[in-house]
Each structure stands twice: as structure tokens, then as C-alpha cells.
């Protein structure tokens, strides 16, 4: 299954499963088929993606200056939230600018 997000602000952002799950878990929301932000909802979303990005970044520096090499090699090469967020925020921060919900 994919996730699509979708507002009128802007074009679609699509997401494999498991990466729109866990996202939509951030934001405090079920994971399903259909769900929507809500315009009033889109500061909350926001906040909450940015200190999930910076979370990640500290773990993931954590991990790189762990003395054991593989665990941070593996880190390393790996998408970063931050990555992975990037496109849903600019949606989000549009939206917000143009009061539209963003659904899914």
C-alpha cells in the first residue's frame, strides 16, 4: 500500500507504507486508508515532524560517534528522516499558507 497526500496547495506526495506509517504516527494520527489534517491541525503537524527530524539527528549523531564502526556505517548510509519528511513539511507549510487541509 501506498500513502498518498494530497492538498490543493500543491502536488501530490506519495510514500511507501511503511515510511507514511510512520510518519502518521508522528503526527499523532491512525494510520489508514483516508485521514486529513486539518488547516487548524497544520502547526501542531509541523511542530511535531521538526522535533521528530531533530530527535532522529541526534541519534543519529549519537550512533556515529559510538566507538563500534559498523553500527555507524550502517547509520550513515541510511535515509535520514530529515529526508524523508522534507517534502510532506513543504506541503504542510503551503497548505497552511493557502488555508487547505491536506488528506490522505
Same mark, same amino acid.
Request: no cysteine; net charge negative; hydrophobic share 45%.
Given at each position: ?9 500543491t ?16 503526527l ?10 486539518? @488547516?487548524?491541525?497544520? &502547526?501542531? $503537524?509541523? +511542530? *511535531?515532524?521538526?522535533? /521528530?527530524? =531533530?530527535?532522529?539527528?541526534?541519534? %543519529?549523531? !549519537? @550512533?556515529?560517534?559510538? &566507538?563500534d $564502526?559498523? +553500527? *555507524?556505517?550502517?547509520? /550513515?548510509? =541510511?535515509?535520514?528522516?530529515?529526508? %524523508?519528511? !522534507? ?8 497548505? *497552511? ?8
Amino acid at each position: 500500500m501506498l500513502y498518498k497526500f494530497k492538498s490543493r496547495a500543491t502536488a501530490d506526495v506519495i510514500m511507501l507504507e511503511a515510511n507514511g506509517r510512520q510518519i502518521l504516527q508522528i503526527l499523532g494520527k491512525t494510520p489508514g486508508e483516508s485521514g486529513i489534517i486539518t @488547516v487548524q491541525q497544520i &502547526p501542531v $503537524a509541523i +511542530a *511535531a515532524l521538526q522535533a /521528530a527530524v =531533530a530527535e532522529d539527528e541526534a541519534r %543519529r549523531k !549519537a @550512533v556515529h560517534e559510538d &566507538p563500534d $564502526a559498523d +553500527a *555507524a556505517a550502517e547509520t /550513515a548510509d =541510511a535515509v535520514g528522516l530529515h529526508q %524523508r519528511v !522534507a517534502p510532506l513539511l513543504d506541503m504542510l507549510r503551503r497548505s *497552511a499558507a493557502e488555508e487547505r487541509d491536506v488528506t490522505w
